[in-house]
């Protein structure tokens, strides 16, 4: 199995694993066996049906990062336009000032509806998108430091400069989130730094035929030969026997991440968690 591939754990952390010092100690040990990242996903509630602990993610993140040297730290995905953006450039960057360079920013609309409307924010996915849009025009602007000025149909920015600038340069990692079959995330993420696709009905595994439909989206948009992550989330706890063939067959469709879901809504119990993260990363 190709040595390129990067492994990542991808940390739910509902339930039981809303406990901090259970997720610090969870990344603590997923660097220490040689895991390459750990991302968390951004939820507010989640479900107003089932009601369950649900902890902040950018607390969380930067505790990881105080703990931990090596690892990647990112989102998987933060819902980009439930943020103020001038708040969302000046948190993450930050961040990534704090990690020394390890954060990764996984971007999507946001969802379920309920994580706005419970908040009396209307959940459009065409307004979503102008939002999301307009959002990363301005935190790109924020990032270099030098006064900058926006001016669009959801936000006004006019002449403001941040520093610190983020660590890594040309600016942090974006990633962007999409559930297949819809297109329009990945032609957006084609103009950034990567892809974290899924299925629609997750977790149902993405095919290796719908994968490579992916990334022809992402050839047919891209403009540049820069380096370009796809992230895949993949299942494998539950399929022990036979991930190793599917990471396979990933690697050769173009993957260059496997996130394995660490989570207790759908997996027995944070000790069981805390034992699989400790064998390390499937590579052979």
């Given amino acids: 199995m190709s040595s390129n591939i990067k492994y ?31 991302f968390l996903p951004d939820h507010l509630l989640y479900d107003k049906q089932q009601i369950y602990p649900v902890t902040e993610t950018w607390i969380l993140l930067s505790a990881i990062a105080a703990k931990t040297n090596r690892i990647k730290i990112g989102t998987g995905v933060a819902a980009l336009p439930r943020y103020n953006p001038w708040w969302f450039a000046k948190m993450s960057a930050t961040l990534d000032v704090l990690s020394k360079g390890r954060l990764i920013l996984g971007l999507g609309l946001g969802g379920p509806e309920a994580e706005f409307e419970s908040f009396g924010e209307e959940y459009n996915l065409r307004i979503l998108a102008q939002k999301m849009d307009e959002s990363l025009a301005i935190i790109e602007g924020l990032w270099t430091g030098e006064p900058f000025s926006f001016s669009g149909k959801h936000y006004t920015v006019k002449e ?12 942090i990692p974006m990633v962007f989130g ?24 997750f977790p149902q595994d993405l095919t290796v035929d719908e994968l490579r439909q992916i990334i022809s989206i992402v050839e047919e948009n891209r403009e540049t030969d820069d380096s370009f992550e796809i992230m895949i989330f993949g299942t494998g706890f539950f399929n022990p026997e036979k991930r190793i063939e599917q990471i396979e067959q990933y690697i050769d469709a173009g993957i260059t991440w496997w996130l394995e879901h660490v989570n207790t809504l759908m997996q027995p119990s944070v000790d069981a968690m805390k034992e699989w993260v400790k064998l390390g990363p499937p590579r052979s």
Avoid: C
Avoid at 185 to 193: E, M, T, V, W
């Fill in 8 to 38: 990542g754990i991808s940390l739910i952390h509902f339930n039981e694993l809303s406990d901090p010092e259970t997720v610090i100690e969870l990344a603590i040990e997923a660097e220490k066996a040689g895991w390459d990242g750990i």
């Fill in 160 to 171: 403001a400069a941040f520093l610190p600038k983020p660590t890594q340069s040309p600016r």
């Fill in 178 to 201: 999409g559930m297949w079959p819809t297109k329009k995330p990945f032609i957006r993420g084609a103009r950034y730094d990567g892809i974290m696709p899924i299925h629609k009905n």
